[in-house]
């Protein structure tokens, strides 16, 4: 029955699985789904953690290089810049062990946000955003914004 549950609805299935756990019904567990889902959860994490470095590094790219939309955005930009690294910093503080992968995440993100942005404008061949710039809350290139 759970199995089918998983398929037909979703939330119910969850809802089943908790009260299970809850009451030590461990006969009655949908466990392959339970397994794959708790392996999806992982993995989720770690995507969004390279998305939201993706877009952090992109932001800082722009107010970096992009001096014809700078005094019309920057101050956007900047902003998106603050709410994508408190998120990051959410995510790291409910999931602590992903900080000694954070360098993996970058290595998979900067390269994206370099060619997103090349689309937009002409970066500079050593064009460049470090994982210590784009997670330090403080940092803004050129002093964009002030506290």
């Not at 603050?82 to 900067?110: C, M, W």
Request: net charge negative.
């Amino acid at each position: 029955m759970s199995s089918s549950l998983y398929d037909n609805d979703y939330n119910q299935w969850t809802q089943h699985t908790i009260q299970q756990i809850r009451n030590r019904n461990f006969d009655y567990i949908d466990w392959d789904n339970l397994i794959e889902e708790l392996e999806s959860m992982g993995k989720n994490d770690k995507r969004a953690l390279i998305s939201l470095l993706t877009r952090v590094i992109e932001h800082l790219l722009k107010l970096s290089y992009w001096e014809s939309e700078k005094s019309r955005c920057g101050n956007h930009l900047s902003a998106e810049i603050v709410h994508f690294r408190a998120q990051i910093q959410g995510r790291l503080e409910d999931s602590p062990s992903l900080n000694s992968q954070l360098q993996t995440f970058y290595e998979k993100a900067h390269p994206v946000a370099i060619k997103s942005v090349s689309k937009l404008f002409s970066l500079p061949p050593d064009a460049q955003i470090s994982l210590s710039q784009a997670l330090d809350e403080n940092w803004f290139p050129n002093d964009t914004i002030t506290d």
